[in-house]
Nanobody, 124 residues
């Protein structure tokens, strides 16, 4: 599996978690990476994206100001720091690798490899 997401868990509302996306077989800095999530009974939705090289960051309105995406080029990971978590953030979180071509951040067709997902549960 080229991508592996980890770091999920159970946390109380207002708490924090840090997710990591690790790659094998390629260097993450060479690719844009996105985070998505799927809440129970809902479609998978885009959460955040970091571009390759210059590392521009983008966020869904629902997480802006609370989540921070970043790279650790030494560890070859992309991390998602999630603060002020809400019960509505409960979902399985996936990281995915951007493929070449022009796609909107949220367009899942613009991603070619997906991690297996990590569960985040926020209790009220």
């Amino acid at each position: 599996v080229p991508l592996q997401a980890c770091g999920g868990g159970l946390v109380q509302a207002g708490g924090s978690l840090r997710l990591s996306c690790a790659a094998s077989g390629f260097t993450l800095v060479d690719y844009g990476i996105g985070w998505f999530r799927r809440a129970p009974g809902k479609e998978r939705e885009w959460v955040s994206r970091i571009s390759s090289s210059v590392a521009r960051t983008y966020y869904a309105d629902s997480v802006k100001g609370r989540f921070t995406i970043s790279r650790d080029n030494v560890e070859n990971t992309v991390n998602l720091q999630m603060n002020s978590l809400k019960p509505g953030d409960t979902a399985v979180y996936y990281c995915a690798r951007r493929k070449s071509g022009y796609y909107q951040h949220w367009d899942q067709a613009g991603y070619d490899y997906w991690g297996q997902g990590t569960q985040v549960t926020v209790s009220s």
